[in-house]
Structures are given as C-alpha cells and as structure tokens.
C-alpha cells in the first residue's frame, strides 16, 4: 500500500512538472514573438486611421512632422519588388491592386499586386499584406486601378484589422476624376469607391486624385480650379483623412 502511495505521488509529480514546463513554454514563446515582432507601441498611433507622419515620427524615422523627410517605394508589386522593398530603408510602400484576368474568360476576381496593362501577378494582396504586416513597419499606400478590386481588397483589409495585425497608418487612392491632358474617361467610378470605403473600411485615409497625362517637351495643360471644387464636392463632407495625390511637375503652373 505504502509503495503503491508513493507511486501515485511520483505519478501526480511528474504530470505536475510536465504541466509546469509546458506552460513555461508557451509563455516564453508569447513572449519572444511579442518582442521579435515588429510593431508599434503608440496606440494613438497605430491605427489604419492614424496620421502616417505621426506615425512615422513615432518610430523615430522622421525628425518633425514634414512630408518632405519620408522616402517612398512606389510599385511594389511583384514578389521581387515587394522583398527588394521591404529591404530598403524606404518608409512608406505604395502598390497598385488589380482582379486577376480582369475582364477576361479567365477572371477570378481575386485582388492581385499589378499596374494595368498588367492583369497577372506572382503576388496577391493576402500575400502582400501578410508579407508586409509580418516583416516590417513601413507605411501602406494602395493604389485601385479597378473598381472590382475594391471591395474583396476592403474586406480582407477590415479582417486583418480586427485580427490586430493593421497596426499602421493606411492610405486607400484612387483616381476617381478626369484631369489633365486625358482625352478618355479611365477614372475609378467616385460615387461607388467612396461608398465602398464608407462601407467596408472607413478606418483609411482616403487618397483619391485625377488621371494625369504629361508628355516632356510637348504643350501640356494642367490642374484647374473646376477640377479642384470637383474633387471638393465629392469628398468634403467625408470623415476620413484626405490627402490628394497630384503630379509634381504640374502643380507649380496650376
């Protein structure tokens, strides 16, 4: 009887022990991923909603809030471009979103990382944003070159951000209105962009701007105050963060 107790409390002991050593595990291993992940540590801050030069500034890679310290990638998209991004010491990563095999037999409707004429990519927006979440604290620029791609891409944006891993600024563009030098109507529909971002992932700073054309040596018109209160009327009232993006070498003649 006597050895049979003892038996039992060596029993009950070990399974205690193994009990104590697994959960010693799991918080150690909680605790190195909270540490190795990167992240930001200023709620007000690190929110898709959040002012992205306060963010930046946050993690101490501007010294003042001035747009003209923050570096920019723009078009990483295929899978070579986004790593070659997330390499550099680059701030802010602008990418452009497209359906694959869009308006083609072969159309899925699945959000791609392509620049029109481009309908096929090596890299998805899932793949992008898991890649870029999981990888690095850089800012988030998304450009719509299709309407299709709107709503599946909000969907799973608003998903990643109630699972916590949007913890960054976030900026949604499109060109919703025609300007200069464009003979044809290429713009994103604005009335149901803007409805989709109200509806589906209101926490982004907006980005919407005009189709541009600018040819080098050739007579070039360029932003017009009816354009401006256009773009006035469409987004005004809106309750998001607004900024407009607008070619450079136009805007001094505007």
């Known amino acids: 009887m006597a050895c049979k107790k003892c038996s039992n409390k060596w029993a009950i002991a070990s399974v205690a022990s193994v009990i104590v050593v697994f959960v010693i595990g799991l918080v150690l291993c909680f605790t190195l991923q909270e540490v190795t992940q990167p992240g930001c540590k200023q709620d007000e801050v690190c929110r898709p909603d959040a002012d992205m030069l306060d963010y930046l500034l946050s993690l101490g890679q501007i010294s003042q809030r ?25 701030m ?15 159309e899925t409707g699945v959000p791609i990382m392509a620049h029109p004429p481009a309908i096929y990519s ?6 992008w944003l898991e890649a870029v979440l999981a990888s690095s604290q850089k800012g ?9 791609a709107v709503g599946p891409s909000l969907d799973l944006l608003q998903q990643l951000t109630l699972d916590g891993k949007v913890r ?33 992932y209101p926490e982004a700073t907006l980005s919407p701007g005009w189709t541009t054309l600018y040819v080098p040596l050739f007579p ?6 009816d354009m401006v209160e ?4 469409l987004v005004g009232a809106l309750p998001q963060r607004v900024t407009f993006p607008v070619r450079a070498v136009m805007v001094r003649a505007a």
């Not at 001035?66 to 680059?90: C, F, I, K, P």
């Not at 988030?140 to 299709?148: A, G, P, R, T, V």
């Open 168 to 200: 960054r600024p976030v900026w949604i563009n499109a060109d919703i209105l025609r300007g200069p030098n464009v003979p044809i109507s290429t713009e994103i529909n604005a009335t149901q962009f803007l409805a989709l971002v109200q509806e589906k």
């Open 230 to 233: 256009k773009m006035q009327g």
């Open 220 to 225: 070039n018109s360029t932003y017009t105050r």
């Open 140 to 148: 988030i620029k998304l450009d719509f070159k299709s309407l299709k």
């Open 122 to 127: 090596d890299n998805t927006l899932h793949q």
């Open 92 to 106: 802010v990563l602008e990418a452009d979103i497209t359906v694959e095999g869009l308006n083609t037999a072969n």
């Open 66 to 90: 001035d747009g003209l310290l923050v570096t920019w990638y723009h078009g990483a998209n295929s899978q070579e471009e986004m790593r070659a991004a997330l390499n550099s010491s680059v």
